[in-house]
């Protein structure tokens, strides 16, 4: 069906303000990830979770970054107490898992959510 | 540690050119290889990818070629076109599980009629 889609596509927000990105992964994948693209910068790998396992939390920045997985479907980032470094585009990207054996892992990615702290 | 990495961030070609693109890569242990274009103001698209028992793999004008000898990738654009002009990602997956792509920094590609 449809690919990644992300809401909303920009986001203006005040510092410390929260913000909630939401990510609608491909139907059928199961493993889903966030990234976060600062401006002409490579991705950066934040979160990643595969069904009912624990997520891997080890690329979120700070204990200000969140994420949840409901239903093994959409997925929401949350950030807490924005600041201005936080500015960026953020990409969920999802894929079959690795471990399935003759699957492929290849992630495909949504537009992003461009979010400006002002 | 382990990174990607572009031997240059700009490409400037004209159209009709071959354009090959280059990505090296420091972890030995890493199998799969995917590249990505991304235009402004989009999500990275997927290219092609290619698996570490493999060393060439082509597409439609598109070939991706893997040195594992010198942990060296590459992607080659036959007939470049102007709507080729992005910025070109490598990244490689480090072998295990469920672990995240490691992306590069990206090469600006520019495609001038």
């Known amino acids: 069906g449809a690919g990644v889609s992300q809401s909303p596509s920009n986001k203006v927000t005040e510092k410390g303000k929260d913000v909630e990105l939401r990510c609608d992964p491909i139907s059928g994948h199961t493993a889903l990830y966030w990234y976060r693209q600062s401006l002409g910068q490579g991705l950066e790998f934040l979160i990643y979770?595969?069904?009912?396992?624990?997520?891997?939390k080890s690329g979120l920045p700070s204990d200000r970054f969140s994420a949840e997985r409901t239903g093994g479907s959409v997925s929401t980032l949350t950030i807490q107490r924005t600041q201005q470094e936080d500015s960026a585009v953020y990409l969920c990207a999802s894929s079959f898992p690795r471990s399935q054996r003759g699957a492929r892992e290849t992630q495909y990615f949504g537009p992003g959510t461009r979010l400006l702290v002002l | 540690g382990e990174s990607v990495g572009l031997h240059l961030p700009t490409l400037s070609v004209q159209e009709g050119d071959n354009s090959i693109i280059n990505c090296a890569y420091s972890n030995s242990a890493s199998d799969y290889f995917i590249w990505y274009k991304q235009e402004s103001g989009k999500g990275p698209q997927f290219i092609i990818d290619?698996?570490?028992?493999?060393d060439k793999r082509q597409g439609q004008r598109v070939t991706v070629l893997l040195n594992k000898t010198v942990k060296h990738l590459s992607l080659q654009i036959a007939a470049t076109q102007p709507g080729d002009s992005a910025v070109y990602f490598c990244?490689?997956?480090?072998?295990?599980?469920?672990?995240?792509?490691?992306f590069g920094k990206g090469t600006t590609l520019s495609v001038s009629s």
């Open positions: 979770f595969q069904g009912n396992s624990a997520p891997d």
């Open positions: 990244a490689e997956s480090p072998g295990q599980a469920g672990t995240a792509l490691i």
């Open positions: 290619i698996r570490s028992n493999m």
